[in-house]
C-alpha cells in the first residue's frame, strides 16, 4: 500500500514536472518567433525611414549639404552590412538631427518615421530582454528547452530626436 501511494505520488509530481517544461519550451518558442517578428518589423522600419529620408534629400527643399549629406547616410544604412548596421542607423538619425530637417510636408512625415523606428526598437529590445530572462532560468538551461535556437540580441541605435 505505501509502495503504491510512493509510486502515484512520483508519478504525478513527475507528470507535473513534464508539463511545466513543455509549457515553459512552447513559451520559449513562442518568444523566439516573436523576436523573429519584432526583428522584421524593426527592418520594415528602417527601411522605410532611410527611402523617406533620401526622398526629402531628392526633392530640392533643402539646400546642397544638407540633402548630399542626408543621402550619403541614407544610402550607407541601406546597404550596411549586418555588423556595421546599427553604427550606420544611428548615423543616419545623427544626419536628420544635424541638418534640422523642417521643410514642409516632410517634416511630419519623417517626425513620424523617426518615432516608428523608436518604438519597434522598444519593442523588440523589450521582447529580447524577455526572451533571456526565459532563458537564463536554471530549468531552460538543464532540459536545454531552447533547442539550438541562437541567443537574441538587442538592437542599440542613437534613434531620439
Keep these: 500500500m505505501k509502495v503504491t501511494t510512493a509510486l502515484l505520488a512520483l508519478g ?32 520594415t522600419e528602417l527601411a522605410r525611414r532611410a527611402a523617406l ?30 555588423e556595421d548596421r546599427e553604427q550606420r542607423e544611428s548615423a543616419l538619425t545623427r544626419a536628420v538631427n544635424a541638418t534640422g530637417t523642417n521643410a514642409e510636408p516632410w517634416s511630419g512625415e519623417l517626425a513620424l518615421a523617426m518615432r516608428r523606428v523608436q518604438l519597434a526598437r522598444r519593442f523588440h529590445n523589450d521582447v529580447v530582454v524577455s526572451t533571456r530572462d526565459l532563458r537564463q532560468r536554471r530549468l531552460v538551461q538543464w532540459f536545454r528547452l531552447a533547442g539550438r535556437a541562437p541567443m537574441p540580441c538587442t538592437i542599440e541605435l542613437e534613434d531620439g530626436r
Design 12 to 43: 504525478v509530481v513527475l507528470l507535473l514536472c513534464s508539463g511545466y517544461a513543455s509549457w515553459t519550451a512552447g513559451r520559449l518558442d513562442r518568444l523566439h518567433h516573436r523576436v523573429e517578428l519584432a526583428r522584421a518589423a524593426l527592418e
Design 53 to 82: 529620408v533620401a526622398e526629402l534629400a531628392c526633392a530640392g527643399v533643402l539646400d546642397a549639404a544638407s540633402s548630399l549629406l542626408l543621402l550619403d547616410a541614407a544610402h550607407r544604412a541601406r546597404t550596411a552590412s549586418p
